[in-house]
Structures are given as structure tokens and as C-alpha cells.
């Protein structure tokens, strides 16, 4: 499977975005998406999870109640909805997937896409 993530930009701090992600290819398969940061001179975090079916999400404690991950199988497009943005959540955003279930543990997955910037302004 090929991952292609979208949807960042240049927001003013309690703002919103989405993200999207899209896959292409071995899409029939069941993965745990994944969408995971990294911001400069920092180690890549773990931002959210969501499982094969969209019913069974997992998130940072720094995002909880703030961002969404959802699914479309339909559109082999994984969604993070982000509100109330801070500038501590400006990062390079990636999604990932593993066919390791229900994981949130960056070594567990082996496709990436190739990130997308996301910068919160003060």
C-alpha cells in the first residue's frame, strides 16, 4: 500500500484543520492507520490511531479531545481532524499503517506517507 497525506497549512492558534491521507494499492487489506509528528528537534510522537473497521480509536494524551481520526474504506481515506490548534502542535504530520492490530507503536509500521506541515502561528 502507498500513503499520500494532505491537508496541512498555516493556521492562527485555536484553529482547525484536516488532514487526509489517502491509500493506493494492497488496499484490500485490514491496516491500523496511524498519524504520528515530529517537530523540529524533537522524536517522532505518536498523534493517533484508528483500527481496521473506524470503531476502535486511540489518541495522545496531548490531543485527546482536541483531534479526530476516522476512516473511509469506502475512499481508502483516513481522516485527523484537528481543532483548537496550539502552537506546540506544529509538526511535520505523517500517516502510517501495519497490519499489526490496534497498535501505537511507531516501529509497528512499515508504510509511511510522506508528512505533511502543519504550523500553528501565536
Known amino acids: 500500500v502507498q500513503l499520500q497525506a494532505s491537508g496541512g497549512g498555516l493556521v492562527q492558534a485555536g484553529g482547525s484543520l484536516r488532514l487526509s491521507c489517502a491509500a493506493s494499492g494492497r488496499t484490500s487489506s485490514r491496516y491500523t492507520m496511524g498519524w504520528f509528528r515530529r517537530a523540529p528537534g524533537k522524536e517522532r510522537e505518536f498523534v493517533a490511531a484508528?483500527?481496521?473497521?473506524?470503531?476502535?480509536?486511540y489518541y495522545s494524551d496531548s490531543v485527546k479531545g482536541r483531534f479526530t481520526i476516522s476512516r473511509d474504506n469506502a475512499e481508502n481515506t483516513v481522516y485527523l481532524q484537528m481543532i483548537s490548534l496550539k502552537p506546540e502542535d506544529t509538526a511535520v504530520y505523517y500517516c502510517?499503517?501495519?497490519?499489526?492490530?490496534?497498535?501505537?507503536?511507531?516501529?509497528?509500521?512499515?508504510?509511511w506517507g510522506q508528512g505533511t506541515q502543519v504550523t500553528v502561528s501565536s
Open positions: 484508528v483500527n481496521w473497521s473506524g470503531g476502535i480509536t
Open positions: 502510517a499503517a501495519t497490519r499489526v492490530v490496534d497498535t501505537t507503536t511507531p516501529s509497528a509500521y512499515d508504510t
